[in-house]
């Protein structure tokens, strides 16, 4: 399995960026997919939480408003849309995979143990 993030860079505060997830060795719509972030000299801590079919979504509450995750089971990509960032969104973001089908992305949460697969990270750096 081989999961590898894409789309990090630096912006100044306000602005936006897309982060991409793609995914190959398993059956992507098998899988809920999360992302999760590690700021610098912090523990990670999860961002926000897709069902396998996309029909459910789950985020931590300092980033409902500001992020959207969404997935394209067609393409195999999994999306991370960010906007009105901060600077302590600055963070190494990871996407991870999940084999449940449950309908509830709330339900499965942030528990890391539930995530076997996970990509490498994407750098976000928000700073003027």
């Known amino acids: 399995v081989q999961v590898t993030e894409s789309g990090g860079g630096s912006v100044e505060p306000g602005g936006s960026l897309r982060l991409s997830c793609t995914i190959s060795?398993?059956?992507?719509?098998?899988?809920?997919m999360a992302w999760f972030r590690q700021a610098p000299g912090k523990g990670r801590e999860g961002v926000a939480v897709?069902?396998?079919?996309?029909?459910?979504?789950y985020y931590a509450g300092s980033m409902k408003d500001r992020f959207t995750v969404s997935r394209d089971n067609t393409q195999n990509i999994l999306y991370l849309q960010m906007n009105s960032l901060k600077p302590e969104d600055t963070a190494i973001y990871f996407c991870?995979?999940?084999?449940?089908?449950?309908?509830?992305?709330?339900?499965?949460?942030?528990?890391?143990?539930?995530?076997?697969?996970w990509g490498q990270g994407t750098q976000v750096t928000v700073s003027s």
């Open positions: 060795g398993l059956t992507f719509d098998d899988y809920a």
């Open positions: 897709i069902s396998w079919s996309g029909g459910s979504t």
């Open positions: 991870a995979a999940a084999n449940y089908l449950g309908t509830s992305a709330q339900a499965l949460g942030f528990l890391e143990s539930q995530y076997p697969y």
